[in-house]
């Protein structure tokens, strides 16, 4: 009898399967039940197919068990500051910035200063205050000494003893004193109120006005308007600012509240229908691994975002301890829908085949078939199966590949 040799395709396949053998446990049967002389039969009319003893030895199952499972949909986003709990700090003074006090990421309290600029401003303005107080004692002497020039010109002119004329010079002098206190008394609130305007208080503004000959010190303090985080600082230390009466429109410093922060994502379109505010969400970032933070959908955007083709969403979170930061990357979960129990499986028991995703079942005559499964929710590595399983079943959980292979399905 000739002796017959392996053709190529036949070396090939024995040579891949002592591989396989070699690297790999799920990758048993090549080696040991299919051959070059061996093809494993196609599924029969039953759909099913048989493996060997040996081929069984390399397979893993499980049951499909029930399990309860929360609608819910996965999307990656960040942690950013609330901004109604932010603001921002513009300098009240123009004038060069000789200190900075306050430092990035620096706990403040209200009060607490920030920086120190050489506020040639609040000096002007403090002199104006000393003027215009000078200007109104002046004015109010000229007013009661009018008031006393009419009265005595009234009484000589009733008593005859004065001529009219001077009595009306007397009305005439005493209406205009009167008109230079009040513009007095207007231009001292108007003064007051520009070292309102530039953070001083009633008291200091009093303290002013009553030692009128003190040295007037120009490096003034600015102080935080809130308690918080310094979140930003965008002035440097000799930097001429401008004050917001006189054009500065950028902040000098940030302040934050971090006890409470946004979280935001983007949700694919498709499923930006199933969004709810007051849904709840779960939120994990990779700086806590296996910390969980509750939260609530607190904001929708009204439209899809035209560059990205994602609904940007909003929730607020408590941040007591400060774990999270801003601009720290996180994935949501937010729940869509009510719990409910369904079938599920070990994702490694997933066949998938573009969209399609399909299963091997075993039987207990030893035999598996290929099923399509209509999948949902994923958690904990266990996968919702909606159609296509009942609780019960056994499906092939290690080697399933092989068994695409060979069941002729692959």
């Known amino acids: 009898m000739p002796l017959v040799f392996p053709s190529r395709a036949e070396w090939a396949i024995l040579a891949a399967a002592a591989l396989v053998f070699a690297f790999g446990a799920d990758a048993l049967w090549p080696a040991a039940g299919v051959s070059a002389d061996r093809q494993a039969p196609p599924p029969g009319a039953s759909g099913r197919f048989a493996p060997t003893q040996e081929e069984w030895a390399g397979l893993a199952t499980e049951r499909v068990e029930t399990r309860v499972f929360r609608p819910q949909e996965i999307a990656e986003g960040n942690i950013a500051i609330d901004d109604d709990l932010t603001t921002p700090v513009f300098s ?29 401003e609040f000096v002007q303005a403090a002199n104006d205050l000393i003027a215009a107080v000078a200007a109104l004692k002046t004015a109010r002497a000229q007013l009661t000494q009018a008031e006393i020039n009419e009265k005595r010109a009234h ?4 008593a005859k003893g004065g001529a009219l004329k001077d009595w009306q010079q007397s009305q005439t002098d005493l209406a205009a004193a009167q008109n230079t206190a009040r513009s007095a008394e207007t231009a001292l609130a108007a003064v007051r109120n520009r070292l309102r305007i530039l953070g001083k208080g009633d008291r200091e503004i009093t303290a002013l006005e009553a030692q009128p000959t003190q040295k007037l010190e120009p490096l003034t303090i600015v102080t935080a308007p809130i308690a918080g985080i310094v979140t930003q600082r965008q002035v440097g230390l000799g930097q001429y600012i401008l004050s917001v009466t006189s054009g500065g429109s950028a902040p ?48 929708i955007a009204s439209g899809i975002d035209k560059d990205t083709r994602r609904l940007p969403v909003r929730a607020d979170v408590e941040n007591p301890d400060g774990a999270l930061k801003p601009m720290m990357f996180a994935s949501f979960k937010i729940i869509t829908g009510e719990a409910m129990a369904a079938p599920s499986v070990p994702q490694s028991a997933i066949v998938y085949e573009g969209d399609t995703a ?11 078939e290929s099923r399509q499964v209509t999948t949902g929710q994923t958690s904990d590595n266990m996968v919702e199966i909606r159609e296509g399983l009942s609780p019960g079943e056994t499906v092939v959980t290690r080697g399933t590949l092989f068994i695409d292979r060979a069941g002729g399905t692959g």
Do not use: C
Request: glycine fraction near 6%; proline fraction near 4%.
């Open 92 to 120: 009240p003074y123009s004038g060069r910035v000789a200190q900075l006090i306050a430092k990035l990421g620096d706990k403040v309290e209200h009060g607490a200063p920030l920086f120190a600029v050489e506020a040639t």
């Open 155 to 158: 009484e000589l002119y009733l």
């Open 252 to 299: 000098v410093y940030t302040i934050g509240d971090l006890s409470t922060v946004w979280l935001i994502a983007n949700i694919r379109e498709a499923d930006a229908a199933r969004m709810r505010l007051g849904q709840a969400v779960e939120v994990t970032v990779p700086a806590h691994p296996g910390r969980i933070f509750k939260a609530k959908l607190s904001w």
């Open 358 to 368: 399909r299963v091997w079942v075993a039987h207990d005559d030893r035999t598996i």
